[in-house]
C-alpha cells in the first residue's frame, strides 16, 4: 500500500526512493502508514464519524501535518456545512402553507437517505485509502489541506 510523504504529504510508491512531488530523498520509514497510533485509514474513516474528530485532527500533531487526514477532515467539515444549509433551507420551505409543507414531506426524507448514503460512501473510501472528492466541496478540501 502507498503512503504519504512526511515532507509534502504526496502519495509516494511503496518502493521509492525519493518523493515523486517534492524530490526530497526518503526513508521507508519516513513514508508514513500510521500516524500517531492510528493507520490513516482509521484516522480518515473517523473524521467523518461527527464533526467533533475533524476539528480534534486539524488541531492535534502529528495528524494536522498529515495530508490524507487533512483532506478528510475538512470535507467532513465542509460536509457538515452544507448539511446545515440544505436543512435551513427546508426548515425555511416548511413555514410555507401547504405548499411548503407538502413539498417538504416529499423531498426532506429522500434528502435524508440521500444524505446519509452519501456519508457512508465518504467513509468507507476514506477506510479504503482513497481521496474521494466530492464536486465542490471535495475541492474546497483540498484546497485547504494543501499540497
Not at 435551513?88 to 437517505?113: C, F, H, Y
Amino acid at each position: 500500500m502507498a503512503g504519504f510523504c512526511t515532507n509534502c504529504g504526496a502519495a509516494v510508491p511503496p518502493a521509492a526512493a525519493a518523493c515523486p512531488n517534492c524530490g526530497k530523498a526518503i526513508a521507508q520509514s519516513s513514508v508514513s502508514g500510521t500516524t500517531g497510533g492510528l493507520s490513516e485509514n482509521v484516522a480518515g474513516l473517523l473524521a467523518y464519524v461527527t464533526i467533533i474528530p475533524a476539528i480534534v485532527f486539524l488541531v492535534l500533531e502529528p495528524y494536522n501535518r498529515n495530508r490524507f487526514i487533512r483532506f478528510h477532515s475538512f470535507q467532513n467539515i465542509f460536509f457538515h456545512i452544507a448539511w446545515f444549509v440544505i436543512g435551513a433551507a427546508m426548515g425555511t420551505l416548511a413555514m410555507i402553507p401547504v405548499l411548503g409543507w407538502a413539498t417538504t414531506l416529499l423531498i426532506w426524507p429522500l434528502l435524508g437517505l440521500g444524505g446519509l448514503v452519501l456519508w457512508i460512501v465518504l467513509m468507507l473510501k476514506a477506510y479504503q485509502g482513497q481521496m474521494f472528492k466530492l464536486p465542490f466541496i471535495g475541492d474546497l478540501a483540498e484546497k485547504q489541506a494543501g499540497s
